[in-house]
Nanobody, 121 residues
């Protein structure tokens, strides 16, 4: 199986920055996509940013120009640099990966437990 562990959340003032990290470990053969989602109470989990093994990236409109997703394929780690943070960015941020544990198995979805990001006004 694959485990995802997030780190880097915390409390920051509006306009500040945080960097989230997510490391994948376990029986990893290949990870094709690593993403960050976020969720606030009573709302659906939303996609924030994604990066593929080929290096392509994508962002939610609400974070474009402020957040940057990057990936270290050798370490199976994805990062989310969050700048110019706003109170509306407050949420639990979850790491997601789509991967497989061997050449012959199918692709599976994996989630981290989440890390809280709180932006004060």
């Amino acid at each position: 199986q694959v485990q995802l562990v997030e780190s880097g959340g915390g409390l920051v003032q509006a306009g500040g920055s945080l960097r989230l990290s997510c490391a994948a470990s376990g029986s990893i053969f290949s990870i094709i996509v690593m993403s960050w989602y976020r969720q606030t109470p009573g709302k659906q989990r939303e996609l924030v940013a994604s990066t593929t093994s080929a290096g392509t990236t994508g962002y939610a409109d609400s974070v474009k120009g402020r957040f940057t997703v990057s990936r270290d394929n050798a370490k199976n780690t994805v990062y989310l640099q969050m700048d110019s943070l706003k109170p509306e960015d407050t949420a639990v941020y979850y790491c997601y990966a789509r991967g497989k544990v061997s050449m012959t198995t199918g692709w599976n979805d994996y989630w981290g437990r989440g890390t809280q990001v709180t932006v004060s006004s």
